[in-house]
């Protein structure tokens, strides 16, 4: 199990940039695929963005690709969520996500995470 905290939430103008953390306590980070979700109001958590456990896997939804980029820091036990040219429908709370794993794969599916951090609000004004 690992436990993950986010950070860099804020509010922002529509076509401005955020960059979301997030820390994991594990030691065996570099174990885990990783994964950003977001959950807006009254709405069903989705899925946003997933990195395999190398790193070298990445895939988005497609409401945010060419705007968002997932990275990872094994040095750091942070994985990252760069969000440019950020619209009002991107408001929502972000969580990340861990699933540890032998493939080197990625996952995408909200059931396929066993360890959530607390979310972290990004509000993107018009």
């Known amino acids: 199990q690992v436990q993950l905290v986010e950070s860099g939430g804020g509010l922002v103008q529509a076509g401005g940039s955020l960059r979301l953390s997030c820390a994991a306590s594990?030691?065996?980070?570099?174990?885990?695929?990783m994964g950003w979700f977001r959950q807006a109001p009254g709405k069903e958590r989705l899925f946003v963005a997933t990195i395999s456990r190398s790193g070298s896997i990445t895939y988005y939804a497609e409401s945010v690709k060419g705007r968002f980029t997932i990275s990872r820091d094994h040095a750091k036990n942070t994985v990252y969520l760069q969000m440019n040219s950020l619209k009002p429908e991107d408001t929502a709370v972000y969580y990340c996500?861990?699933?540890?794993?032998?493939?080197?794969?990625?996952?995408?599916?909200?059931?396929?995470?066993?360890?959530w951090g607390q979310g972290t609000q990004v509000t993107v004004s018009s």
């Open positions: 594990s030691r065996t980070f570099s174990s885990y695929a």
């Open positions: 996500a861990g699933r540890f794993t032998n493939t080197a794969r990625y996952y995408s599916l909200l059931s396929e995470y066993n360890d």
